[in-house]
């Protein structure tokens, strides 16, 4: 800050230095005038002008350092109160800034949550004629049609459900209860979810629960657990999908692993991006957002998300629950 004060008032510090040197200079050529007496004033000229600039330092700059550190958080307590005439039109400037951008704010975040109120009012209403549509489906009599009906009915509900909790998850704070949440029926209910699509594939299932129940919200969790086993009914052919859990140093650990086509070593670091489709045989019908969201719930839940995969042999996610004293700033929220 300091040297920039000094740049900014060279102007004036140059011009004191050449009124000294030229009072010099006049002393020096005219020989009525004590050189002695006209360097000892100079002298002391400067000394004053030192001292000058240090109070004008500190007095000037206070302002503008705390702008220089301010946090631009739309809030203006951090900010030093104006002195000058030239200060006081920035801060009146910032204010005014500030102040617009605070109403634009808050208009965008309620036009945002209206929004979402609406998206979220539709995706409701549209549950009821899909779960008609089911309905009619379980009364058609051709095995074939109805599988094929069964599974487009299916992925519509997927998509429906994964829209729904992703316009919840920026919200996902205000919506934890967590509890003890056993684990088998939350997963056989998710697996029975997905059973006409895993009929279809001729996919099964190896459920071995070793470690029962964990704390999590329960609502969260299921939507977990159903995105990765849907990805892994998609990319498997008729296979097994092996779900265990275990408890290693008081925390449960739970795997999803499957036997399908496997993740490329390039794609591994960024299946957790939004919007991010396998760069090798990428799924044109993919949208790429739902190991994203899994992500996302998992890091709220404190959960910690792990992956392995070998191409060809199948994949590997492994969900790490936190140990129940974690739970403790959590449930503070």
Known sequence: MLKIFMIERRSWILLFLFMQVLLLFIAYIDSAIPVKSIAYIAFLSFMIFII???????????????????????????????????????????????????????????ALEQERDDLLSWIHEVKTPLTAMNLMIERIEDEKIKAQLTYEWLRIHLLLDQQLHQKRISFIENDLHVEKVALEPLIFKEI?????????????????????????????????????????VKYSEADEIIIGSTEQSGQTVLQV??????????????????????????????????????????????IKTHVKSIPGAGTTFTLIFPKPNEFVNLTRM
């Open 257 to 302: 692993r499957d036997f399908g086509r496997g993740i490329d070593p390039k794609d591994l670091p960024r299946i957790f991006d939004k919007g991010f489709t396998s760069t090798v045989n990428p799924d044109q019908a993919a949208t790429g957002m739902g190991l994203y969201l899994a992500k996302k719930a998992a890091d709220s839940l404190l």
């Open 192 to 232: 029975k979810n997905l059973q006409s699509w895993c009929m279809q594939k001729g996919i099964g299932f190896e459920v071995d629960l070793e470690a029962s129940e964990v704390l999590s919200d329960e609502k969260w969790l299921g939507f977990i657990i159903r995105q990765l086993l849907t990805n892994a």
């Open 52 to 110: 000058f600039l240090a109070v004008r330092y500190n007095k000037e700059t206070a302002f503008y350092r705390s702008l220089e550190y301010w946090e631009s958080s739309l809030d203006l307590s951090g900010i030093t109160d104006a002195q000058s005439p030239f200060e006081k039109i920035v801060a009146a400037s910032i204010t005014d800034q500030t102040n617009k951008l605070k109403r634009m704010a808050t208009e965008n975040r309620m």
